[in-house]
């Protein structure tokens, strides 16, 4: 099987194109870190193949798409790229990268999943979604606002594409570069203090974890598992053991 993953040089993305190696499935890896990519690929063998783009601009998205048409088939897709959307007071949100943050959780996987329609024909879409997307937290609301635009972009794909499987994941609290650069602030918070506390007592998740549990439902869970849930929360004892 052939899987595409976005946003493969850290976090979740390279976690999940990490597991997906490991199960001796091929992964076409997408990320702007050249670095990391090479990482990834040294540590996974043959079968991921890396490509170095910025999928904010279309020269990045082409690259993607011209190398998927080549290959042919793509059993899914993972829609893990983001952008570090540092958590900052609503009157210091600033009008341009917000619609940075808009282009890349948003326009880039609607441009994604248009572009390879025939070839994801009878694969399955999986975005990262986020509870972030409908309950505020203080002075997160620039994350808030990209996710809730995307979960809805997520769920107008799920109503409107109907050769595809399209899957929702909620990861919880992760160990992802975002969180680190909360715990690492110096600016206190009440999601700074959460994520402390969260962090102290384990209930933090490392990457790896939630890249094995969607590994299992892109490669495991069958079509009627995926037509009878909407969404996939990691941290529902009925969802993680399906």
């Known amino acids: ?13 390279f976690a999940v ?10 992964v076409i890896a ?34 993607v798409v011209e190398k998927a048409k080549f290959t042919g088939k ?17 009157r ?6 917000i619609v940075a943050d808009l282009n890349i959780h948003v326009t880039v996987p609607i441009a994604l999943n ?4 025939n070839e994801l024909a009878g694969g399955r879409i999986l975005y990262i979604d986020s509870f972030s997307a409908s309950s505020l937290r203080v002075g997160w609301s620039g994350y808030s606002i990209a ?31 975002l969180v680190e650069s909360v715990l690492s602030s110096q600016q206190s918070s009440p999601t700074r203090d959460i994520f ?20 299992d439902i892109l490669v495991t869970a069958t079509d009627q598992q995926l037509e009878e849930r909407e969404t996939w929360d990691f941290n529902n004892p009925n969802d993680r053991a399906f």
Do not use: C
Not at 92 to 97: G, H, S
Not at 114 to 117: F, K, R
Not at 196 to 215: L, Q
């Open 92 to 97: 210091n949100l600033n009008a341009d990268k």
């Open 147 to 177: 996710k809730a635009a995307a979960q809805m972009a997520a769920r107008a794909a799920s109503e409107e594409i109907t050769e595809s499987a399209i899957i929702r994941v909620f990861p919880g609290a992760v160990q992802t570069p």
């Open 1 to 13: 099987m052939l899987f595409i993953v976005t946003g493969a040089s850290s976090g979740i993305g």
């Open 114 to 117: 248009n572009a390879l329609q």
């Open 17 to 26: 194109a990490t597991s997906l190696a490991t199960r001796n499935h091929d």
């Open 74 to 90: 793509v059993d899914g897709i993972v829609h893990a790229a983001g952008s570090l959307i540092t958590p900052t007071d609503y």
């Open 30 to 63: 997408v990320a702007r870190n050249a670095e990391r990519l090479e990482t990834l690929k040294s540590s996974s063998g043959d079968r991921v193949q890396i490509i170095p783009a910025d999928l904010s601009t279309e020269s990045g998205r082409i690259s």
């Open 196 to 215: 402390k506390k969260m962090k102290s007592n384990g209930t933090i998740i490392e990457p790896d974890v939630i890249g094995e549990y969607i590994a």
